[in-house]
Nanobody
Framework: QVQLVESGGGLVQPGGSLRLSCAAS????????MGWYRQAPGKQRELVARIISSSGTNYADSVKGRFTISREYAKNSVYLQMNSLKPEDTAVYYC????????WGQGAQVTVSS
């Protein structure tokens, strides 16, 4: 079964940027939609960005205008560019498919703090 590996997390100051990557161990080209989720301490996991096929995108209101999701079919990868980061963006970020769920990866910790 396809496994997902997230990377690119870290500690960043408010206003900074990070780019998360998600690499799949197998082909995800036929998966209709891919997304990025996050889970903050004590909160439920939430979907923050979704990409449908290669270009249709949706974002949670809390990240709209600051985050950009993209996917690269040739590399079976999904990315999340995060700009103007805020402390409330602190969470573990996961990629997965809203339309065809896969086993969860280990996630990438993002901490926004001065």
């Amino acid at each position: 079964q396809v496994q997902l590996v997230e990377s690119g997390g870290g500690l960043v100051q408010p206003g900074g940027s990070l780019r998360l990557s998600c690499a799949a161990s197998g082909s995800i080209s036929r998966i209709y939609s891919m997304g990025w989720y996050r889970q903050a301490p004590g909160k439920q996991r939430e979907l923050v960005a979704r990409i449908i096929s290669s270009s249709g995108t949706n974002y949670a209101d809390s990240v709209k205008g600051r985050f950009t999701i993209s996917r690269e079919y040739a590399k079976n990868s999904v990315y999340l560019q995060m700009n103007s980061l805020k402390p409330e963006d602190t969470a573990v970020y996961y990629c997965n498919s809203p339309s065809s769920p896969l086993p969860w990866g280990q996630g990438a910790q993002v901490t926004v703090s001065s």
